[in-house]
């Protein structure tokens, strides 16, 4: 198919999809809650910045501050604890975004199955979404011996703020007992934010895995991943498995929103990908969805669409079938592993290829 140039504000072609979906899925990532008040870590005056300015002599990139390795080195413990309690200030005041609100909408309508969310800003929970936790919360501490976990508190936060790890009360108590009893001293643990770093094993890895395949069971037919670079393993495996089921069907869609495109790894798992801020991409959607006069034409051009891809599908059975050069089984194959996709830039549809071919009804 050729390339083509329109406003996407006037042609959202996966409006008609979203709107009768009965099974939605979110996976959402950092960029959903950047307009909420928690800016790009990496900003003149974000919070790496402001790390280094407290810890000058320890070099310490980015990602470092959220491994676990970390914690084999003093210096670095004490960048990684201030740096916590910068963001958890941050976290304190920020607010759920547009894009938070969009989600809570599509699960008043009844749409929405679940969101999974790589943040730990728990900005999800004012609204009461459905969330999983990829990678923990910002509004517990746990014990880095025992299972202990608290509400992370102010008091939390000042001592994190100057490097320094307070002590599990739990260890301490069971400590003193110990002394009480005449029992020689265990080792007592200290305090961290309840959050999955790279290079350790997620606490509830295995409930999340056993969540994941009851989702992907009860047959999702619309997935929107928005504001995330898409670099876990795990996460990625995920989009794959879901993107898969999505597809057997005839109208399941994959929509992938971001101010950064994906790697051309993702070219037969997303129908639609759009570069650009969430927070506008929702605003132009509802502008849709409320637009019912131009639902009932998103409609009709679906239904041609859909007509033309089955009337091209009959002629090339056909073709086939008369010149007898590709066997039955090896047409149902390449079939079911053609995709449809479709980029769109700065909200402006660039690219279309050539669309999956319809299911017979």
């Known amino acids: 198919m050729t390339s083509a140039l329109c406003p996407w504000l006037f042609e959202p072609p996966w409006i008609p999809f979203q709107k009768k979906s009965k099974r939605i899925l979110f996976v959402t990532g950092a960029g959903i809650s950047c307009s909420g008040g928690i800016p790009d870590f990496r900003s003149s005056d974000g919070l790496y910045n402001l790390v280094k300015k407290k810890h000058p002599s320890v070099v310490l990139r980015g990602k470092e501050l959220f491994d676990a390795m970390l914690f084999k080195d003093e210096n670095r413990t004490r960048c990684f604890y201030t740096f916590m309690a910068e963001l958890k200030s941050l976290i304190s005041t920020a607010l759920p975004t547009r894009t938070h609100s969009f989600i809570r909408d599509i699960q008043e309508r009844g749409q929405l199955m679940r969101c999974y969310t790589q943040n730990i800003d728990c900005l999800e929970e004012s609204l009461d979404l459905p969330t999983v936790q990829l990678h923990g919360s910002m509004n517990k501490v746990k014990c880095t011996l025992c299972a202990a976990s608290y509400d992370f508190s102010t008091d939390h936060e000042n001592l994190f703020r100057e490097g320094n790890a307070p002590p599990c009360p739990k260890c301490e108590e069971m400590d003193n007992e110990r002394t009480r009893l005449g029992k020689r001293s265990l080792a007592t643990g200290t305090l961290r934010p309840d959050i999955v770093l790279y290079n350790e094993d997620h606490p509830h890895g295995e409930t999340i895995g056993q969540l994941q395949a009851s989702d992907l069971k009860k047959r999702p037919d619309l997935m929107i991943v928005m504001g995330t ?115 769109l830039t700065a909200f402006r549809v660039s690219k279309i290829s050539k669309p999956r071919p319809a299911e017979k009804r």
């Open 229 to 343: 670079s898409l670099k876990i393993p795990a996460l990625k495996k995920f989009i794959k498995q879901a993107a898969r089921i999505i597809h057997s069907t005839k109208t399941g869609r994959v929509i992938f929103v971001n101010r950064t495109p994906p790697t051309k790894e993702w070219e037969k798992v997303f129908d639609y990908e759009v570069q650009g801020d969430t927070d506008e991409w929702v605003r132009l959607t509802e502008i849709k969805l409320a637009d019912e006069k131009a639902l009932a034409a998103a409609r009709t051009r679906l239904r041609r669409s859909l007509s033309v891809m089955k009337e091209e599908e009959d002629d090339e059975k056909e073709n086939i079938n008369r010149t007898r050069v590709v066997k039955r089984a090896k047409v149902k194959a390449e079939s079911n592993t053609t995709t449809t996709q479709m980029t």
